[in-house]
């Protein structure tokens, strides 16, 4: 049975970078990911890409070496860089290559998304309500699950703080200046419960990273990360997901929980085992829901977990370790990836100034519109 690691891992700083388009980002993560293996662009084989608004993933391929390798854009969202993980997985376990490319990047105005109902299969009526604006959709599901399972607006406050924490600590983090609770809870409130500093920013990046087969690997003799477990689940009937026109009164299991139960499968490990996480974090109140719906406690624990500091830097489950979404923005395309390549860092001990100690198995988890996950578990 063929094993697949990470051997390779570039990121460009998120932010806003007015003098960069995002295909530069893009081409910025791979050369650093290709310098990071010691390979040559020549050697790679396949690639996979994903980017939202800054045009195709394919367009590195004229700045980088016109080769004739295979090359799949990728478009899925939020999930669309783990989803090119999970394909350049399938390419290499499938035998047909042994190394090969994923990237993400993207670069997106100042502002809120823009979905449109009419792309999603919704009536326009819904985005006449302002649901399409997931601000307020979020902040209405985070509602309904405080007031379910007893979890206060200061629990959402701590999560943003420990973010803006750990962002300083991050090279590549947008938000690397700390914000007291008290600064947070005391921002312009947004969508109720959800003030300013508990939501991230549409922001900037690129990141990049090379899979290789374990032969290959010790072929090149190179070292890496082996990928444990990786899958995408969508929703099924009576979830409740961003876009949902509605809740339905027998609740089904979220796409989260049935991507989190597949890749524990195939890992062959339980939520007990990862040592680190790096979990969805657009807003606060889905750091606290994705907690439970990961398997890392159950619905409710969050607010003692939270007011202990186990999600700290230094807790029981450290958790968003270079700040997340929350510090570092969210470039839709190099998002999921920035997840990995923190994970690929903490397993690696190159995480400086935020490494969690004796770190052998991290857990990622991205979630995209409307109503899909994607999981990854690296083992050192």
Known sequence: MTDIHIVGAGIHTFGRHDDLTGLDQGVFAVRQALADAGLDWSDIQFGFGGSEAAGNADAVMPRLGLTGMQFINVKNGCAAGGSALLSGYWAIKSGEFDLGVVVGFDKHPRGAFNAMPADW????????????????????????????HGISPVTLGRVAEKAFENGVRAPHAWRRKAISLQAIMDSRMISDPLTQYMFCSPAEGGVALILASDRKMRELGLSGPKVRGAAVRTRVPGSFEVFSPSLDVERGPSPTQLAAKAAYDMAGVGPDEIDVAQIQ????????????ENGFCQDGEQERLVADGATRLGGRLPINTDGGCLACGEPIGASGLRQVHENVQQLRGRAEGRQTPDARLAYSQVYGAPGLSAVVILEA
């Open 281 to 292: 974090d657009t807003e606060s109140g889905a750091e606290i829901m994705h907690m439970a």
């Open 121 to 148: 299969g919704l009536p326009e009526w819904y985005g006449e309500l302002g649901l399409m604006l997931t601000t307020q959709f979020f902040a209405n599901k985070i509602t309904r699950y405080m007031g379910l």
